[in-house]
């Protein structure tokens, strides 16, 4: 199946500081999304990206669709506390083929910002 | 929130036993998602529904089932639990069924078997 490769894994900062995390596929997605998920709680979709080079901002948020559709980064700027969290990327994969529309999700990254 | 809701939204059952999930999508998406996340598997979709209809399949074990009913909510059917089935069972919904949909996720179900 595809795999998405998010790194880090895991992200220790200080209250203010930028934040960047990306992920990394062996093929073509034609979606990338990134989603938070807060300790027992389902993930909230932050940005959703459509086309290569596509640079979108939410907030303090901004994330990249890569120019080869095979990678896609996520910054934070001026990180807070309320930051704290797993960041997901997502994408759907081009070659899914059939009916098969199977969101494909990364390992995470756990952000921890102390204040 | 998502307008995605779930439930119930904890769950303990004990090993052999049988449970449903209920999952709501929000007003007006036509496609269901289910999830399983576990600490070693992270996030793993499941199954999909469109507008009552399975439209796609993924990691699904044949002891878990699933329907979407007439006015669009979702159950997920889990049997013959064993251990290993503990884990958070997300639903997501989106409007259609295209490639590119944006998903929507509830807050959970969190299973533990006992």
């Known amino acids: 199946g595809q795999q998405l490769n998010q790194s880090p894994q895991s992200m220790f900062i200080q209250e203010g500081e930028d934040v960047s995390m990306n992920c990394t596929s062996s093929?073509?997605?034609?979606?990338w999304l990134w989603y938070k998920q807060d300790p027992g709680e389902g993930p909230v979709l932050l940005i959703a990206?459509?086309?290569?080079?596509e640079l979108t901002s939410n907030g303090r948020l901004t994330a990249q669709f890569g120019i080869t559709r095979k990678d896609s980064f996520l910054n934070i700027s001026a990180s807070i506390p309320s930051d704290v969290g797993i960041y997901f990327c997502?994408?759907?994969?081009?070659?899914?083929?059939?009916?098969?529309?199977?969101?494909?999700f990364g390992k995470g990254t756990l952000l921890t910002v102390n204040p | 929130d998502s307008g995605v809701t779930q439930t119930p939204k904890h769950l303990i059952t004990a090993t052999g036993q049988r449970v449903t999930l209920r999952c709501s999508p929000r007003?007006?998406?036509?496609?269901v998602y289910w999830y399983q996340q576990s600490l070693d598997q992270g996030l793993q979709f499941l199954i999909q529904?469109?507008?009552?209809?399975?439209?796609a399949k993924g990691n699904i074990l044949e002891r878990f089932s699933a329907q979407q009913f007439p006015d669009l909510h979702s159950e997920l059917n889990l049997s013959s639990l064993e251990l290993g089935d503990s884990a958070l069972y997300f639903c997501?919904?989106?409007?259609?069924?295209?490639?590119?949909?944006?998903?929507?996720f509830g807050p959970g179900t969190r299973l533990l078997v006992l």
């Open positions: 997501a919904s989106s409007v259609a069924s295209g490639r590119g949909e944006t998903q929507y």
């Open positions: 093929s073509i997605f034609n979606t």
């Open positions: 990206l459509y086309k290569a080079g």
């Open positions: 997502a994408g759907h994969p081009t070659n899914s083929g059939g009916s098969n529309y199977k969101l494909t």
């Open positions: 007003s007006g998406d036509l496609s």
């Open positions: 529904y469109y507008n009552g209809e399975e439209r």
